[in-house]
């Protein structure tokens, strides 16, 4: 499996019926699995705490690092897709909605290198 080859339909049925297989559909309320995807980034920043911006890449750089930083990002993906799928989003859709959205709030024209919110352009 790799990003080019495989759907987000298809990794949402993988999270799906590895949560079935374990029964933990009574655990898993949308309450229950947003607290748990808030939880999980805080994993994933817990590795740039203290990282000066310009040194956080480097970090990637040592095999193991990478390997934890990875499955921190893989626990934030899959805690989203179980979400989608208790939520019944469709995450495409979903995005690409939000990411039309955006376009509105970030022309180019404003927001080319710009760190600026929108409502201070």
């Known amino acids: 499996m ?3 080859t495989t759907t987000i339909e298809e ?15 009574p655990y ?3 309450k229950n ?3 748990a995807l808030s939880i999980e980034v805080s994993e994933l920043m817990e590795h740039f705490q203290w990282v000066e911006g310009k040194d956080a890449r480097a970090l990637l750089d040592d095999e193991a690092k990478r390997t934890a930083i990875e499955e921190e990002l893989a626990d934030v993906v899959i805690y989203c897709l179980q979400f989608a799928n ?4 469709d995450l495409s859709q979903a995005i690409r909605r939000k990411m039309e959205i955006n376009a509105q709030k970030y022309p180019v ?11 201070e352009f």
């Open 11 to 25: 990794m949402k049925a993988k999270v799906r019926a590895f949560s079935e297989e374990r029964e933990w559909q």
């Open 109 to 119: 024209e404003k927001a080319r290198s710009s760190s600026n919110k929108y409502d």
């Open 86 to 89: 208790g939520a019944e989003i």
């Open 28 to 30: 898993h309320s949308l």
């Open 33 to 35: 699995l947003s607290m």
């Open 2 to 4: 790799s990003d080019a």
